[in-house]
């Protein structure tokens, strides 16, 4: 009896999650509006492979028009040697990101492919292929979260900026196999882990090939790591062409441009077949911490150039429509 309820009320949810994805919102207010009205939250029981056959999967073509009209398989998410020329308003759109840079792109590219792989990756969607992910934001809301051995039981765990794992094993777990980095938030990376660089400026491209080599580029807008400890062999560089994608598309213009977890987010629902979220938001006691650190984020969120907010407010929808899991800690 219980049971038929608890299934009636969990279809009622189902039933108006996909009725309400038909009135898709414009609009950050009618957005949040609409969302305050779902429950996006979903059962945390542990991932197991054995049971992804039976999960829906991001890549097969479904009926929900609000996710099919954003997923766009056809831009990689990775920059590649094929992909490497830029259209002119993705190129005056992404070096209008940060400080005006005067390096030829061509040129920078040419150099970086020639120490990193340019192939490109990833791109082997099939309906047999059932590649778990997770992704694992920073906040504070991991502590005591005991999520360590659900995160580790994906296929990929792609993790954050300087993010540790020493004494922190039991709630965000100890596998790395991809670590998303600008040259700001970088670290010295194990040699099993892919490195994933999300290029903000041409700088960034031109710092990751000395960062592997000559260890020239030590600066940007502030010192940072002259050589790095990754396998270069392992290097992976996000696509500026979908930077713009996640910002026009998924969120609408809304802030300067994404933050690094919504850029990672759409990079694991790309490329993965489940996608497992942990990490992100604030803490049970609404301060917006690193989960190792009190940093300087409190009882705010920390927008700054991002739309905090509305990036929330697309992963809630997403939780919603069961494009990926959100486990807001304990
Ligand atoms: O702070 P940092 O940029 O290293 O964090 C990586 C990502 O983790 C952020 O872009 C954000 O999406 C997420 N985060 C969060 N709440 C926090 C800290 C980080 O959602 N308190």
Same mark, same amino acid.
């Given at each position: ?10 279809? *009622?949810i189902?039933? &108006?999650c996909? $009725?309400?994805?038909? !009135? ?11 969302l305050l009205?779902l429950d996006y939250r979903q059962s945390d029981k542990p991932v ?25 398989? @056809?831009?990689?998410? !990775? ?7 830029? @259209? ?23 150099? *970086?492919?020639?120490? +990193? ?13 059932? /590649?778990?992910c997770a992704v694992v934001g920073n906040s504070g809301n991991l502590n005591g979260s005991d999520y360590g051995s659900i995160i580790?039981?994906n296929?990929?765990?792609?993790r954050m900026?300087?993010a540790? !794992?020493?004494?922190y094993?039991k709630d965000v777990g100890? /596998?790395?196999?991809? #670590? ?19 290029? &903000? ?15 020239? +580029?030590? #600066? ?22 979908? !930077?713009?994608?996640? %910002? ?11 933050s690094?977890g919504f850029?990672t987010l759409?990079?694991a629902?790309?490329? $993965?077949?489940e996608v497992n979220v942990f990490g992100f938001g604030a803490s049970k006691d609404g301060t917006w911490q690193h989960y ?5 984020f409190?009882?705010?969120e920390p927008?700054?150039? %991002?739309?905090g907010d509305?990036e929330s407010l697309v992963m809630k929808l997403l939780a919603c429509k069961r494009k990926m899991k959100l486990f807001e800690g304990r």
């Amino acid at each position: 009896m219980v049971d038929l309820k608890h299934l009636k009320s969990k279809l *009622l949810i189902v039933l &108006f999650c996909s $009725c309400a994805a038909t !009135l898709v919102l414009f609009s950050y207010s009618n957005l949040s509006s609409y969302l305050l009205q779902l429950d996006y939250r979903q059962s945390d029981k542990p991932v197991s492979k054995a049971l992804c056959a039976f999960r829906q999967c991001i890549s097969v073509e479904d009926e929900d028009p609000w996710f099919m009209k954003r997923f766009n398989t @056809s831009i990689s998410p !990775l920059l590649s040697q094929e992909n490497a020329i830029l @259209s002119k308003s993705t190129y005056y759109w992404w070096q209008r990101l940060q400080t005006k840079q005067n390096a030829n792109y061509g040129d920078v590219v040419r150099k *970086l492919f020639q120490v +990193v792989p340019g192939k490109g990756h990833y791109n082997d969607s099939a309906p047999n292929r059932c /590649r778990t992910c997770a992704v694992v934001g920073n906040s504070g809301n991991l502590n005591g979260s005991d999520y360590g051995s659900i995160i580790d039981s994906n296929d990929f765990v792609i993790r954050m900026n300087k993010a540790p !794992l020493l004494g922190y094993e039991k709630d965000v777990g100890n /596998r790395t196999t991809h #670590r998303v980095m600008h040259p700001e938030s970088a670290t010295n990376l194990q040699k099993d882990t892919s490195l994933l660089l999300i290029p &903000f400026k041409t700088l960034d491209l031109e710092w990751i090939t000395s960062a592997l080599t000559t260890g020239t +580029v030590k #600066r940007t807008w502030m010192p940072v790591m002259a050589k790095i400890n990754a396998d270069k062999n392992k290097v992976l560089i996000y696509n500026p062409t979908f !930077l713009k994608y996640v %910002h026009d598309v998924w969120l609408e213009r809304h802030g300067k441009y994404p933050s690094s977890g919504f850029l990672t987010l759409m990079f694991a629902i790309h490329i $993965c077949d489940e996608v497992n979220v942990f990490g992100f938001g604030a803490s049970k006691d609404g301060t917006w911490q690193h989960y190792w650190e009190k940093n300087k984020f409190r009882k705010s969120e920390p927008t700054g150039l %991002h739309a905090g907010d509305y990036e929330s407010l697309v992963m809630k929808l997403l939780a919603c429509k069961r494009k990926m899991k959100l486990f807001e800690g304990r």
